[in-house]
């Protein structure tokens, strides 16, 4: 559900509504047995409202298809309503500690500023991108690995302010960290 409610909403924005949902539906039983009109007064204090109903869905799949049990089976799990190939991935990653790559806003700007990449909206989808952050992923230890790429981009490869090299740990390694010039930030 975490990975859900910060599709396109921000962490500080999730953390009090998480905590509420996750007392309210401790487990997919609970949220299976929800109506979507309580989900609504839930959930829409983080918008995007189409996403309440897909967890609406999902939970009525995942208690009538699974058992009440999220798969672990990539294919499975991007069956379900509202679940992206990043959801999945996160899901299995974080989840069950599997090797999953994790591609989204952040980790493409980590790697495209690495590599001295130029860094798009498309980038996501870009074969090369693909590629360098599957390559670069501790696959013994994938969910630790993500979660300090994903805490990096939050306290220090930062997009929409100047990112603090001078406190990155892998700056000797970096194309953009080492650069005189420091590109616009993204």
Known sequence: MSEVMLHRTQATQVTPVYERFMQRYPDISSLARATRQELHGVLRPLGLHWR???VYEMAQELDGRFGAQVPHDKELLLSLPGISEYIASAVRCFAWDLPETLIDTNT???TGRLFGLEIKDSSRRNRQYVHLMAALLDAEHPRDYSYALLDL???VCLGKRPPACDQCPIQR????GNTEAIPEYR
């Not at 390694?173 to 953009?176: K, S």
Request: hydrophobic share 40%; aromatic share 0%; charged share 30%.
């Open 108 to 110: 493409v700007r980590i």
């Open 153 to 155: 981009a939050h306290e």
């Open 52 to 54: 309440i109903d897909r």
């Open 173 to 176: 390694h970096c194309v953009h």
